[in-house]
């Protein structure tokens, strides 16, 4: 093995120089396209408050989300692609225990209690369906070539995905209102902050926190933390290694059945097909986070979601292009590839993992 | 290479007809026979799978319904109805279409459910014969005079866009008074046009379109979009999107303060009982441009209740209806020229079956009165505006009469 | 005691999974949606035929399962997992009774529950058969497992294959009605399933196939071996002779619809090897293939179309356009990537394959590109007059590319450049210890590979005359990387072999909607379960998979 030194000298080459070129181009991009946007001060301060709220919310279910996809990566090095699916399963069962709490309207007079329910079903099935998946489609092929699971996840991801289409239907269902999470609440100075916005960003906070300390603190997190460090010491330390690896899966799908039902109360809608795009994105910002690393994939949600919310507003309205909007995934994307140019193991790199990746 | 493909289809219809004794009636693109104890075979080319599949498997149940409701017996036939997934898109309907010009009993084809699909696929039938009735492609290009012969074979139940942007436009300038207007499509063929149609006529019309913006099908969180929009301070917005995207926009403009006195309206592809769903109560007071379906208002609830009956669920898109009118335009049509034999043999002449179609006058529907032009299109060109009461949303039920028409 | 732990470990065990299996089968619609379908007109329709091979599946697991495989034990544990399947399916129907389970599960409706799962008969008999019904199955199961294993096969065979015709009906008719006198047709098929006597036939004529193979194969196989090399030489060429002929003339025998699946199978094989060269040669995983394709049939789209630029070029002056910009972009979006690896370039090239959907999709370009409605009128390829219009003529066009391409895979990959690619794949840091150029490496297996999507590309714009953005979508992305290791990793005849598995099935069953996915991520899973290498696996990377298992997968 050459020095570090000298291996950064002789990776600096013409290469480098381009990519680095690319690399300033679209950050000269980005900053122009922000000044011309507040010069012409299109937006009032509040709009910009707003703007950020919005992009936590929505971050926050995605960084939830995205700890799924970290954790599986730090135990397995694989793409856990079928963790849209285990995002869908849970909110999309519990929605039909929420319709009969409606309709019984036990919603209305016990609505905390309805909700923990909720909250409990959502995330045994997602939970369920999660180790039933690594025991089923992964635990066979522990010790294949890392192309090789990712073709069984997206197979996996398939399988669940027109199963739950066919057990529920092709149309998609709405989740009920809440009553208590209707409404806002008034700062200061006609600042306003939506009640579910603040409900899901603090309980997304919370499961985040919990899920970390559990990692850090408990000997069962110090066991997965050992086995995303290196598997084979860690068996010979007496880990067992398959129990480990279940217990990844079962923590990364409650995570997801709660970020499910979330979702679900923010948005409503839920339907077979709902957790493919939050997959993606979540698997995105795992990646812009630096996958394997729990604070990395926070972090990475919430850029994510504020890069949805305000990159369209601020990048582009200052070149007055048109429907910005409908650009905002290309914009989330070039964010992470100037990332990934600059930081090529993402913003706060892989902390868990030692080896390549 | 025409020739030989019509030579390819001629010498199969040939080889179907010589089976039978009888000299069968001619026809310049070839008879398809039907003998005793056979059924008619007509086929769909819908969206059954994937994310769009609600529309195809909505217009698919329309057909069904609509061969329930004739007992699965048409001219002592039983009726034969499959086909093939499209997928929405352009390579998914070249695919659908030509498997379907590839199977000699096809008599007539329901379909496609996006107008990307229609636009190979369409000639690809006419080639072989098959005339194809849409109940949900939009799009002006479809019956438009320059589309040229091969196209010849296609008609539609749908809307035009041209229609219906404008009288939504119309609504918004001469009834509710707005001068400033903004927009949102979805990046589908179908909301696109119509949104461009509607800022074309408003501007015609005299007032300013503010904002026009896009968002993905997909996407749900709208509030950004939306707090966009409201920067340009519009007093009415106009997105004829589908119901999934369309909820999440009404539902999230209550949540964006400055909104407060802006009208919301929509077009028919969020104009169902599934859109008060992914709407709830943020949908009351919301315009819709519609059919007017007032004059069959009791047809069309017979319709749900049948379909509730037979599936479980409600309707799940917004061309269902279209796609009753559009089987039983095809089943009338059939009746027309179908040559019948004592035993029970049917002959149906393929160029008799386009004609007659083309020639519909005056068909009741569920969707109003079916009438075809010369181009195809065969749906009743009065639009109506439907607003939406607290009542609807609670029940579930469509509004019942119109708000506003502009004749 | 021995016994009944056996009947419990693989008797009702097995029988408490098919249970559940079933259950589900039922639930999501199949057997419903498939009863409406004959195989065999008027006898088995494919509902219950599919009902009936899951139970016999079930069964025969539980057969198999078995040990000390002794006849007693192993009937009485299938006829345990056959009734343990049943009661699983009683116990649905009779829950369906008390509740209404299609406020949640919209496809439980009464038809399935009272009738179809019990064959017809209603009420208690009803339940009473069906458990019935689960011991036969079961029993049956069990003494068929005791047949002698060349008898088993020759019936599985043979079933598979009456079954598999029934299902493709519809395709076997035109193909008959094109070669064959209608005699042969009317003794097979009736207008909607085969006949019983049809079935038979093919029946009897598969295990006369197999049986003589079973007892011929062996002595061709080794007459074969046995022959001089230049016999074998020149019986190979002959071979190919014929293999290019049957090629050729296939459109015209399989007619419009087989001919439309082959092309749409050729543009994957197109786009299937380009990536093989990125993935499998060179080991970079690129999600974002797709754009390349897009980029391809765009400037087709642009070059010979009069919509936006208005030029009305022929189809060949755009082909070494497309393929010139497809090569520049492979490696202009290649250079960013070159210091990422395994999963960060996955994601980040999949981001660029969105980035360009997105561009060509919004509104901001639409003057330029088209748009949501697309660019239409793209010109057909023609040569002195003749016009390659529908898929029996496109056909040709993409056989020559797939051709080429293979040519020139196959060329490439044992050069120079081709060692070097699998130096790399096998390890970066020591492939450039060796003295390989990764960057000139990387980009040049990103411009190969890009510059056969955009072929692909081009042909596809002409063929279909009108492209639209959602064509261009992420899902092709993912399905051509599935294809090339659903048919081997690195292996040109398994691009072939996968794009025919994984695009032409699908594409075949087109009718079956969105059970076809299922199957398809059902098909997955199962095939890297039991065949992680692929179909058709290159040979290193096969004795790769067998030998050295525990090799620590990094990328």
Request: aromatic fraction near 12%.
């Amino acid at each position: 093995m050459p020095t570090k030194f000298q291996r950064w000298k002789e990776r600096i080459t013409a290469t480098d120089i381009v990519m680095w070129f690319i690399g300033f181009a679209l950050l000269v991009f980005i900053i122009l396209g922000s000044i011309l946007t507040l010069r012409a001060g299109r937006y009032t301060p509040v709009q910009w408050f707003d703007f950020v709220i919005y992009g936590l919310a929505q971050g926050s279910i995605y960084a939830l989300v995205a700890m799924g996809y970290t954790l599986v990566y730090g135990v397995l090095r694989m793409i856990n692609f079928a963790h849209s699916e285990v995002f869908m399963s849970g909110p999309f069962t519990a929605y039909y225990v929420a319709a009969y709490f409606y309709r019984s309207s036990l919603l209305e007079s016990h609505p905390v209690i309805c909700l923990i329910i909720v909250f409990i079903v959502s995330m045994t099935i997602s939970t369920l369906i999660a180790f039933l998946l690594e025991r089923i489609a992964y635990r066979p092929l522990r010790n294949a070539p890392r192309l090789i699971p990712l073709i069984t996840a997206i197979g996996a991801s398939f399988t669940l995905m027109y199963l739950f289409r066919g057990l529920y239907g092709t149309g998609f269902q709405a989740y009920p209102v809440w009553e208590i999470f209707s409404g806002k609440w008034a700062l200061f100075k006609g600042l306003e902050i939506g009640k579910i916005q603040v409900f899901v960003i603090f309980a997304a906070a919370l499961v985040m926190v919990a899920l970390y300390l559990f990692i850090q603190r408990t000997r069962i997190g110090k066991a997965v933390r050992s086995v995303s460090e290196d598997k084979e010491a860690a068996s010979l330390m007496g880990v067992d290694i398959d129990k480990t690896i279940s217990v990844t899966f079962i923590i990364g799908g409650a995570a997801a059945g709660a970020a499910g039902v979330l979702y679900a109360l923010v948005f409503k809608q839920v339907f077979f097909m709902m957790g493919f795009i939050p997959g993606i994105k979540a698997f995105t910002a795992a990646v812009l986070g630096g996958i394997g690393n729990i604070p990395g994939a926070m972090l990475g949600g919430l850029l994510l979601g504020l890069l949805e919310s305000i990159g369209p507003a601020l990048f582009l309205d200052g070149f007055n292009i048109a429907a910005p909007y409908q650009l905002k995934d290309a914009i989330a994307f070039l964010v992470l590839v100037l990332v990934l140019i600059f930081r090529p193991t993402g913003l706060l790199g892989e902390r868990l993992a030692v080896k390549k990746a | 290479m025409k020739r030989s493909l019509f030579l390819f289809v001629g010498l199969f219809m040939f080889l179907a007809a010589s089976i039978v004794f009888a000299a069968p009636p001619t026809d310049p693109l070839g008879v398809v026979t039907i003998k005793p104890g056979e059924p008619i075979h007509i086929a769909y080319w819908f969206v059954t799978a994937g994310s769009d599949s609600t529309l195809g498997i909505d217009t698919k149940r329309g057909v069904e319904i609509a061969i329930d409701d004739i007992k699965n017996n048409l001219l002592g036939h039983k009726i034969k109805f499959d086909g093939q997934d499209s997928g929405c898109n352009a390579e998914g309907g070249q695919a659908a279409a030509t498997k379907l010009a590839s199977d000699p009993t096809i008599v007539a084809a329901v379909g496609s459910n996006c107008s990307s699909e229609a636009k190979p696929g369409a000639p690809i039938l006419w080639n072989a014969g098959i005339a194809t009735v849409s109940p949900s492609n939009t799009a002006p290009y479809l019956t438009d005079p320059k589309r040229g012969p091969t196209y010849d074979g296609y008609l539609r139940t749908a809307h035009n866009d041209k229609v219906q942007g404008a009288v939504a436009a119309d609504f918004a300038f001469k009834s509710l008074k707005v001068k400033k207007a903004a927009t949102i499509h979805d990046g589908s063929v179908y909301a696109e046009q119509l949104a461009n149609v509607f800022a074309e006529t408003f501007k015609k019309n005299g007032g300013t379109i503010v904002a026009q913006e896009a968002v993905a099908p997909t996407d749900t969180d709208m509030k950004p979009v939306l707090t966009k929009i409201v920067t340009a301070k519009p007093e009415f917005i106009y997105y004829p999107i589908f119901v999934a995207a369309a909820g999440h926009i009404t539902r999230q403009v209550k949540e964006v303060s400055g909104f407060e006195k802006v009208a919301l309206m929509s077009a028919d592809g969020a104009f169902s009982v599934d859109f008060y769903k992914a709407a709830g109560e943020s949908a009351v007071g919301m315009y819709h441009s519609s059919p007017d379906f007032e004059a069959f208002g009791k047809v069309y609830e017979d319709f749900i209740q049948k379909h509730i009956k037979k599936y479980g669920e409600k309707t799940l898109a917004p061309f269902h209806a279209h796609a009753y009118d559009a089987a039983n335009l095809i089943f009338k049509a059939i009746e027309k020229v179908a040559k019948q034999e004592k035993d029970g043999t049917l002959y149906i002449g393929r160029k008799a079956l386009r004609d007659a179609l083309y020639a519909t006058k005056n068909m009741k529907g569920i969707t109003g009165s079916i009438n075809c032009n010369q181009y195809g299109d065969c749906a009743d060109p009065r639009i109506a505006v439907y607003k939406t009461s607290p009542e609807n949303v609670k029940t579930l039920v469509m509004p019942k009469k119109s708000f506003w028409k502009p004749y | 005691m021995e016994q009944i732990r056996a009947i419990w470990r693989y008797g009702i065990k097995v029988g408490i999974i098919g249970g559940i299996v079933l259950i589900l089968t039922a639930l999501i619609g199949m057997i419903e949606v498939f009863t409406q379908r004959q195989i065999i007109a008027d006898v088995v329709s494919m509902g219950h035929a599919l009902y009936l091979a899951a139970g016999l599946f079930i069964c025969y697991l539980a057969a198999e399962r078995t040990t000390p495989a002794k006849p007693l034990w192993i009937i009485s544990n299938s006829m345990f997992a056959g009734l343990t399947t049943a009661f699983f399916l009683v116990l649905l129907i009779i829950l369906g009774r008390h509740v209404n389970l299609r406020l949640m599960f919209i496809n439980a409706s009464d038809l399935l529950l009272n009738n179809l799962l019990t064959f017809g008969v209603q009420g208690n008999d009803g339940l009473r058969l069906l458990l019935i019904a689960g011991m036969g199955v079961g029993l049956f199961t069990g003494l068929f497992y005791l047949l002698p294993k060349f008898l088993r096969t020759v019936i599985l065979w043979s079933l598979a294959g009456s079954a598999f015709a029934g299902v493709l009906q519809e395709l076997i008719r035109p193909i008959l009605a094109n070669n064959f006198p209608d005699v042969i047709s009317e003794w097979l098929l009736t207008s909607d399933g085969l006949t019983l006597k049809g079935a038979l036939s093919i029946f009897i004529f598969i295990a006369l196939i197999v049986i003589s193979w079973s007892i011929k194969g062996g002595g061709i196989r080794q007459g074969w071996q046995g022959l001089p090399k230049k016999q074998q030489s020149t019986w190979r060429t002959i071979g190919t002779i014929i293999l290019l002929a049957v090629i050729l003339i296939a459109p015209w025998r399989l007619g419009l619809f087989m001919s439309e699946v082959m092309t749409i199978v050729g543009l994957y094989v197109l786009l299937g090897l380009g990536l093989n060269i990125v993935v499998g040669y060179a080991g970079l995983l690129d999600l974002g293939y797709v754009a390349f394709f897009a980029i391809g049939a765009y400037v087709t789209a642009l070059i010979t179309s009069p919509e936006i630029m208005n030029l009305n070029w022929s189809f060949w002056s755009a082909i070494p356009f497309a393929i010139f910009f497809g090569i520049l972009a492979g490696v202009l979006l290649g250079v960013p990537v070159l210091k990422m690896r395994g999963d960060y370039l996955a994601i980040a090239t999949m981001g660029f394959g969105e980035i360009i959907r997105l561009l060509v999709l919004s509104d901001a370009l639409r003057p330029f590109l088209g748009g949501s409605q697309g660019i239409g009128q793209i010109a057909k390829p023609q040569v002195l007059g003749f016009v390659f219009k529908g898929p029996q003529e496109i056909y040709y066009l993409i056989v020559a590319g797939c051709m080429l391409v293979i040519f020139v895979s196959w060329r490439l990959k044992d050069s120079r450049i081709g060692r070097a690619w699998k130096a790399m794949r096998e390890d970066e840091d020591v492939a450039q210890a060796m003295g390989i150029n990764l960057v000139s490496n990387k980009l040049l297996a990103f411009g190969t590979g890009a510059g056969f999507a955009a072929l692909s590309g081009v042909i596809f714009g002409s063929k279909i005359g009108s492209i639209y953005p959602h064509s261009f979508n992420i899902m092709v992305s993912i399905n051509i990387v599935c294809l090339i290791i659903f048919g081997g990793i690195g292996s040109i005849p398994g691009v072939i072999v996968g794009a025919a598995a994984l695009i032409g099935l699908p594409e075949l069953l087109r009718e079956f909607a969105e059970y076809r996915f299922l199957v398809y991520g059902i098909a997955l899973v199962v095939m890297m379960l039991i065949r992680p290498e692929g179909l058709w696996p290159e040979e290193a990377h096969k004795r790769e998979l067998h030998e050295d298992k525990t090799n620590e997968a990094t990328g």
